[in-house]
């Protein structure tokens, strides 16, 4: 009887059928039993199962993204919340496409992680990071499926592109004036004029260390604001400060500037810099944590009287970020930093410590300074040390952060309002100045090299030499991976425009490097170094980021070679679909042996359902490579 209570009252998971049939035979007396929810079971494959699913979700995402690639490319339309979005961007594509089935989705995540590491890295090119990666995963399967060793394939890839990053920066260029940034920004608009002269009007006028913005219009017009000075988030902490009444802002010329991280409370800590600046007949710029309590009191009833002329205003940013752009101000006004983690008090400042600026506007909600010519030196020094510390980062919202107080500093700001008569016009536009803005800016960066994917053509040249010096038989696979791969892109973009992509490369191989397919005008000439600035960066991070991925998760995620492979080649070559999935069984069983000896000795002849009466494993083998490779 114990024993039957202590069923009763246990909680015991049974399978559907088993429950069934425990409802029917429990009373109605009982207690009423707990609602046992189950979540759905993980599906663990391995080998080829796990291949073919990674490979399926590889391909239907790089597919979608790769139709993209080149002047003559299509759009993809994503159907999302609202009103379908028309886009051109690799990227975007990548991070809208989620697969129903868990596997295929883990395959797609692969090429996803690329499109969005070039994208923060480099800013553009990710259509082209993502065919590369696609290639390479395709043919390291291939490889391994001969029986070489992933992990040595992996070094081989490492050293064949430190060598071609090395001849590449031989190579590159860079800019030569305004022509040079117009033609680098319309190409990676699409080819779009006036996005190229917008972006080169841009930084004619913010300069190379400048930020450039992208906001929606409330027009359909499409417009460039230039924001002189260092534009800070924070405006004054009383509307009784406002000097003009019309605009509501606060003008200065020529002011005093007191820049720490304090908090001022009382009119003591500030009375001898506010009768000294009196005395001196110039306005007064208090940026400090607050300013509150007795202190705005006094300033504000001074200032209505007319007795001072000062504005306060709170210091930008938070915590460590907070200081380092308070010494930001200080170097661009020449002022002192009254740090109180170095021990410096407000209350003993000396006019002496104060900064000067040309020109002070503050509004409700910022602030802008101009900068006195007097402080240019030290404003350069302090570029240089935050560009180093850019440089150093790997954080992508420092990056961010950096490159902004960089332009801050600089007096570089600009915004470009985009305009359209559609929300989805308009966020296909904001894309393709995005992209062109980020492919501009990489090439002042790194330089310029030739576009349309003939960069890549030429490099491939370039790899013999270096797989000569590789002794592993395995590593010497890895520097033909990254051969074959880096021909897809140009072989793609020549696809998409209607011609033979193979003939393409050859063509490009047998050129001068200046010289590529022109895909918008179909001939091959002097491509006058354009596009695919940021190369340099891009194929360090496809190739190199890729390898490593591959190698931690080795074999089974790395790389991929099934049989939907193969049966789609049976079927290429003439045989019946249901002839074809029997003999790619047959064939793949083999194939995924280690020893590929065994699958070049047989000569078992499969010609039933095909056109070739007598085609042999091994025959059929190497012309599933061949394909696979063209591919």
Same mark, same amino acid.
């Given at each position: ?14 399978s559907p059928l088993q429950q069934q049939g425990l409802r029917r035979r429990v009373s109605q007396g009982q207690r009423p039993r707990q609602l046992v929810v189950r979540a759905k079971a993980k599906e663990i494959a391995f080998d080829h199962i796990s291949r073919s699913s990674l490979q399926l979700g590889v391909e239907k995402l790089a597919n979608a993204v790769g139709v993209t690639l080149g002047p003559r490319g299509r759009n993809v339309v994503l159907d999302e919340f609202g009103n ?75 050293? @064949?592109?430190?060598? !071609? ?5 031989? *190579?590159? /260029? ?6 040079? $940034? +117009? #033609? ?107 300013? @509150?309590?007795?202190? !705005? ?5 001074? *200032?209505? /009287? ?6 306060? $205003? +709170? #210091? ?67 570029i240089s040390q935050l560009k180093k510390e850019l440089a150093e980062t790997d954080s992508v919202y420092d990056s961010e952060k950096l490159a902004e107080r960089i332009a801050k500093l600089s007096g570089g700001v600009a915004v470009i309002k985009v305009g359209a008569a559609t929300e989805t016009e308009l966020e296909d536009r904001k894309l393709r100045i995005e992209d062109a803005k980020n492919a501009t800016f990489a090439a002042i960066e790194e330089g310029i090299v030739p576009g ?180």
């Amino acid at each position: 009887m114990a024993t039957a209570n202590a069923i009763s009252s246990a909680f015991i998971l049974r399978s559907p059928l088993q429950q069934q049939g425990l409802r029917r035979r429990v009373s109605q007396g009982q207690r009423p039993r707990q609602l046992v929810v189950r979540a759905k079971a993980k599906e663990i494959a391995f080998d080829h199962i796990s291949r073919s699913s990674l490979q399926l979700g590889v391909e239907k995402l790089a597919n979608a993204v790769g139709v993209t690639l080149g002047p003559r490319g299509r759009n993809v339309v994503l159907d999302e919340f609202g009103n379908p979005k028309v886009v051109n961007d690799g990227v975007t594509i990548a991070r809208a496409i989620e697969l129903a089935d868990p596997m295929e989705n883990a395959g797609a995540a692969l090429i996803r992680e690329v499109a969005s590491k070039t994208n923060d890295t480099a800013g553009d090119g990710t259509t082209t990071a993502s065919v590369l990666a696609r290639e390479i995963i395709n043919l390291g399967l291939l490889s391994v499926t001969s029986g070489a060793n992933p992990v040595n394939i992996k070094k081989g890839i490492d050293k @064949t592109v430190q060598g !071609l990053v090395e001849e590449l920066e031989k *190579k590159a /260029r860079p800019l030569k004036g305004r022509s040079d $940034i +117009k #033609a680098i920004a319309s190409i990676s608009a699409g080819n779009d004029d006036f996005v190229g002269n917008m972006i080169a009007d841009a930084i004619d006028k913010v300069g190379p260390d400048g930020v450039l913005s992208i906001e929606s219009s409330s027009s359909f017009e499409t417009t460039i604001e230039v924001q002189e000075g260092m534009e800070i988030d924070r405006g004054y902490v009383s509307p009784q400060f406002v000097t003009n009444l019309e605009k509501l802002i606060v003008e200065f010329e020529n002011p005093k500037v007191l820049v720490t991280d304090q908090k001022i409370s009382t009119i003591k800590e500030i009375i001898s810099l506010l009768e000294k600046t009196t005395q001196l007949r110039a306005p007064l710029l208090i940026i400090a944590e607050d300013v @509150t309590g007795e202190a !705005l009191a006094t300033l504000v009833v001074n *200032k209505l /009287r007319g007795v001072l002329n000062v504005a306060a $205003i +709170k #210091a930008p940013g938070f915590g460590e970020r907070r200081k380092a752009m308070l010494q930001d101000i200080a170097i661009l006004t020449g002022a002192e930093f009254q740090a109180s983690d170095l021990g410096l008090s407000v209350e003993n400042a000396s006019v002496e410590q104060l900064g000067t600026a040309r020109k002070v506007t503050i509004s409700q909600n910022s602030t802008t300074i101009i900068a006195d010519a007097a402080t240019k030196d030290e404003i350069q020094a302090r570029i240089s040390q935050l560009k180093k510390e850019l440089a150093e980062t790997d954080s992508v919202y420092d990056s961010e952060k950096l490159a902004e107080r960089i332009a801050k500093l600089s007096g570089g700001v600009a915004v470009i309002k985009v305009g359209a008569a559609t929300e989805t016009e308009l966020e296909d536009r904001k894309l393709r100045i995005e992209d062109a803005k980020n492919a501009t800016f990489a090439a002042i960066e790194e330089g310029i090299v030739p576009g349309g994917g003939a960069a890549f053509v030429h490099l491939s040249t370039s790899v013999p030499a270096i797989k000569d010096k590789l002794e592993d038989s395995d590593e010497r696979l890895g520097a033909d991976i990254v051969q074959k791969a880096l021909v897809a892109p140009a072989a793609l973009i020549a696809r998409n425009a209607g011609v033979e992509g193979e003939v393409v490369v050859e063509k490009i191989k047998d050129s001068k490097w200046e010289v590529g397919y022109n895909a918008m005008t179909d001939k091959y000439e002097n491509l006058g170094f354009l596009e695919m600035a940021e190369l340099p960066k891009l194929l360090y991070i496809v190739v190199v980021d890729e390898g490593t991925r591959r190698r931690d998760e080795r074999e089974s995620l790395s790389f991929r070679y099934t049989r939907p492979v193969l049966q789609s080649t049976l079927q290429h070559m003439g045989c019946k679909v249901r002839h074809a999935f029997k003999i790619s069984r047959r064939i793949f069983e083999v194939m995924r042996s280690e020893n590929m000896s065994k699958c070049d000795a047989l000569e078992r002849p499969f010609g039933k359902g095909m056109n070739a009466k007598k085609m042999n494993i091994a025959k059929l083998v190497a012309r599933v490579r061949r394909r696979s490779a063209a591919t």
